[in-house]
Nanobody, 123 residues
Framework: QVQLVESGGGLVQAGGSLRLSCAASGRTFSSYAMGWFRQAPGKEREFVAA????????YYVDSMKGRFTISRDNAKNTVYLQMNSLKPEDTAVYYCAADARGSSRSAYEYDYWGQGTQVTVSS
């Protein structure tokens, strides 16, 4: 079992920044690729970014590349999502997830999920 707890969400004005954190406990954190997803009201959950077990490879949705940065600290069992130049359309609940197999873009491949953290971007 892996328990994931997100933090760092909140209300920010358009153009601002937030840094989300996801702390993991349980089995060896470095055994899992990690991903961030988001879900806006009335919409399906969508892939945001993923990072490999070592942190050497990262993957992004094209629309977020250059604005969002995923990173991890295996010594602290934590994955981060730095979000810059936020837009109102980034408003959503953001979830982190752990994938035992690889850095997938599909939510169905992930084994464990956090409870989510709300990000609201005002215009």
């Amino acid at each position: 079992q892996v328990q994931l707890v997100e933090s760092g969400g909140g209300l920010v004005q358009a153009g601002g920044s937030l840094r989300l954190s996801c702390a993991a406990s349980g089995r060896t954190f470095s055994s899992y690729a990690m991903g961030w997803f988001r879900q806006a009201p009335g919409k399906e959950r969508e892939f945001v970014a993923a990072i490999s077990r070592s942190g050497g490879n990262t993957y992004y949705v094209d629309s977020m590349k250059g604005r969002f940065t995923i990173s991890r600290d295996n010594a602290k069992n934590t994955v981060y999502l730095q979000m810059n130049s936020l837009k109102p359309e980034d408003t959503a609940v953001y979830y982190c997830a752990a994938d035992a197999r690889g850095s997938s873009r599909s939510a169905y491949e992930y084994d464990y999920w956090g409870q989510g953290t709300q990000v609201t971007v005002s215009s």
